[in-house]
């Protein structure tokens, strides 16, 4: 008899990866260190992510769906507001969890050329999800607008851990504004 995967376990293995990965970036994220971490055995670990690809594509979608549906869920209780959403995806970008998950996507993709499939996926995911956001604030953005929001923000997070400094904060934040206000919502606050 086969058991069901739990649930809970698998969460508390991707929360001890994000956790990692914030401390120290994609060098620590070993199954080993990950399962220490989340207080599980190493065989739990690999039934439910048998490959570190495999958890770092976990981790990724973990992480960016619990940011997308809370975004998602406030704006559709008419609570977000252009001030929020700008604070919350530069607190996102300044989180260096997020950026180092995907570099560690990007370098593992040159190995297992799959995982190019994965990050374009994700990529469309992750722009379908700031579209419905903006859609739920009232606009509606050009495919190619919610792209170069997304790029834009995606790499001030990455430039900001590369650099890792108070410039680079303030500069990520500044992007991220921009790309929120300009991009997304057509220069238009609803604040």
Same mark, same amino acid.
């Given at each position: 008899?086969?058991r069901?995967?739990?649930?809970d376990?698998r969460?508390?293995?991707?929360?001890? $990866?994000? !956790?990692?990965? /914030? %401390?120290?970036?994609?060098?620590? *994220? @070993?199954?080993? =260190?990950?399962?220490?971490?989340?207080?599980?055995r190493?065989?739990?670990?690999?039934?439910?992510?048998?490959?570190?690809?495999?958890?770092?594509k976990?981790?990724?979608v973990?992480?960016?769906?619990a940011?997308?549906s809370?975004?998602? $869920?406030? !704006?559709?209780? /008419? %609570?977000?507001t252009?001030?929020? *959403? @700008?604070?919350? =995806?530069?607190?996102?970008?300044?989180?260096?969890?997020?950026?180092?998950?995907?570099?560690?996507l990007?370098t593992?993709?040159?190995?297992?050329?799959?995982?190019?499939?994965?990050?374009?996926?994700?990529?469309?995911?992750?722009r379908?999800g700031? !579209?419905?956001?903006a859609?739920?604030?009232?606009?509606?953005?050009?495919?190619?607008?919610?792209?170069?929001c997304?790029?834009?923000?995606?790499?001030?997070?990455?430039?900001?851990?590369?650099?890792?400094d108070?410039?680079?904060?303030?500069?990520?934040?500044?992007?991220?504004?921009?790309a929120?206000e300009t991009?997304?919502?057509?220069?238009?606050?609803?604040?």
């Amino acid at each position: 008899m086969s058991r069901e995967p739990d649930p809970d376990v698998r969460s508390r293995i991707l929360d001890a $990866a994000l !956790a990692l990965l /914030g %401390e120290a970036g994609t060098a620590r *994220l @070993t199954q080993t =260190a990950v399962a220490r971490e989340a207080g599980v055995r190493q065989s739990h670990l690999t039934y439910y992510f048998p490959t570190r690809a495999e958890l770092l594509k976990a981790t990724a979608v973990h992480s960016i769906e619990a940011m997308l549906s809370t975004l998602g $869920a406030r !704006a559709a209780d /008419g %609570e977000l507001t252009l001030d929020m *959403l @700008t604070r919350i =995806a530069d607190t996102m970008v300044g989180d260096k969890r997020r950026p180092r998950i995907l570099l560690g996507l990007i370098t593992t993709s040159e190995e297992d050329r799959a995982i190019k499939g994965f990050l374009r996926d994700f990529v469309a995911r992750v722009r379908a999800g700031l !579209a419905m956001i903006a859609q739920q604030l009232g606009h509606d953005v050009a495919a190619d607008r919610v792209a170069l929001c997304h790029t834009l923000i995606v790499g001030a997070a990455v430039l900001n851990v590369a650099r890792d400094d108070a410039a680079s904060r303030r500069e990520s934040a500044d992007m991220v504004r921009f790309a929120v206000e300009t991009l997304l919502l057509d220069g238009q606050g609803n604040d």
